[in-house]
């Protein structure tokens, strides 16, 4: 149900507010709520704030977000997205919504957020037997900042509470409060994750966390072009998947040429999404194919390798891959990592590269006791400390232990390699608010 947009001002009133997500972004992990930046988002929340007991976040990669929950920075945004993809999203969002209040049956929902989110979210709502109202869903941009406005200046005039809470930092670490028997014990496990490193070397050599398939390993080391795709493909699929696109992406177009690329978009889409597909985001991540590639040819001279051109250090190299559409912090830090580990890439210093704020590694520092927080700023510092020299070291070994053992889910403590040094903190899992 989709009242009119013409309802008196101030007068809004809902069990639950789900407020939709915004492409502008801070450039950090941040608490939901205070991620999104942009001025109509901020006033969504005001208002969700003033008018309903609890509130969520509709985020087009997350779902639906507690406002405490810390997210990393991402670049999807739901209009992007095919409708096969938002309609599983809106029915995914409304189960969490349910595991999270209960029965729906005559709740009432306010959604703020633009069409293409009350629209995948209405009717999975309507079929749980909640009632909603969309009083953004048919107005253009102009429309909605002005609603938004009247609606902000008339709830301020009733005098309800608008008054957003202060941003909130990534918590830091808490070495000062660590006892030597403490700092020791995190060294030990630091240790733990380098000596299973080093025990497995022979897989660092092979195809661990690449494509199940020759060819497309090789291409990976051929063309510097195409390691720079399976950085860019690797997110919200399966590791091999993703490093496999860039040689299914040759084989259908018949190169991976940066001069032709940037200027066939329409081919490389079809390409994308032609079974099996590459990567389930078909149009973002053509788009974000076609942006690499132009950077490469107007930036790089149509050369990836000078991304890590000789004589540049770890941090250097980070920043020129957060340069492309589409890789953050995360990607960039695996990226360089395996530029040194696993192609012998020589770098100036290796102090600046970091390990990747991956699920996995993020689930394994929770629970080593390694930090308290699941904060990019929280973890970033631990590696540092712990590995001084060259913290992107813990990156593999953390990721391999969080994907083999380390489950959210029945974490196989016993057979894990780092069992006795670890802490075991099971409990703890990613995107818990910090306390």
């Known amino acids: 149900m989709q009242p009119s947009s013409q309802s008196p001002a101030g007068r809004l009133s809902a069990d639950i507010v789900l407020v939709g997500c915004a492409r502008q972004k801070q450039q950090r992990p941040s608490r939901a709520s205070d991620l999104y930046t942009s001025d109509a988002y901020r006033k969504r929340r005001l208002i969700a704030t003033a008018v309903a007991p609890r509130w ?12 405490n929950e ?9 209009g992007d997205t095919s409708m096969e993809y938002r309609s599983a999203w809106g029915n995914w969002c409304v189960a969490r919504l349910h595991a999270k209040v209960g029965d729906l049956h005559g709740i009432s929902v306010l959604v703020l957020a633009p069409a293409a989110y009350a629209n995948a979210i209405r009717s999975p709502l309507r ?11 048919g107005l253009r941009q102009g429309e909605q900042a002005s609603w938004l406005s009247r609606e902000v200046a008339a709830l301020a005039g009733r005098g309800a509470p608008l008054q957003p809470s202060e941003p909130a930092l990534p918590p830091s670490g808490d070495i000062a409060g660590r006892g030597p028997s403490e700092l020791s014990r995190d060294q030990s496990i630091c240790e733990a994750l380098l000596k ?6 022979h897989l660092h050599d092979t195809r661990l966390g690449y494509s199940d398939s020759a060819e497309a390993d090789s291409l990976l080391v051929d063309d510097p072009f195409a390691y720079l795709l399976g950085v860019l493909l690797d997110e919200g699929i399966p590791a091999e998947r993703a490093w496999t696109g860039p040689y299914l992406l040759k ?14 978009a329409s081919a490389v889409r079809a390409a994308v999404d032609q079974t099996p597909k590459i990567h389930r985001y078909i149009d973002v991540m053509s788009n974000a194919i076609v942006l690499a590639a132009d950077r490469v040819c107007v930036t790089f001279d149509g050369d990836a390798s000078r991304i890590w051109a000789p004589g540049s250090t770890a941090e250097q190299v980070d920043a020129r891959f957060q340069q492309f559409h589409k890789i953050g912090p995360k990607k960039a830090a695996m990226a360089v990592e395996l530029l040194i580990s696993h192609f012998g890439i020589k770098l100036a210093d290796h102090a600046g590269t970091n390990v990747a704020y991956d699920v996995h590694v993020r689930r394994v520092f929770l629970r080593a006791g390694l930090v308290n927080h ?4 929280e973890i970033t510092e631990a590696a540092r400390r712990l590995n001084p020299d ?22 196989d403590c016993g057979n894990c390699p780092i069992s006795t040094e670890c802490r075991k903190l099971t409990d703890r899992n990613v995107g818990q608010a910090p306390q």
Not at 56 to 67: C, K, N, Y
Not at 70 to 78: G, N, R, S, T, V
């Open 251 to 264: 084989q259908r177009l018949g190169h991976l040429d940066p001069y032709r690329l940037r200027h066939e």
């Open 70 to 78: 810390w997210l990393a920075p991402y670049d999807l945004y739901l």
């Open 196 to 201: 299973y490193r080093e025990r497995n070397q």
């Open 374 to 377: 699941d904060s990019f700023a």
């Open 390 to 411: 060259r913290p992107g070291l813990l990156d593999l070994p953390t990721w391999l232990v969080g994907r083999r053992w380390c489950k959210a889910q029945l974490p």
């Open 56 to 67: 969520f976040i509709l985020s087009a990669e997350h779902g639906l977000v507690e406002p």
């Open 127 to 137: 079929e749980a037997g909640a009632t909603s109202s969309e009083p953004l869903a």
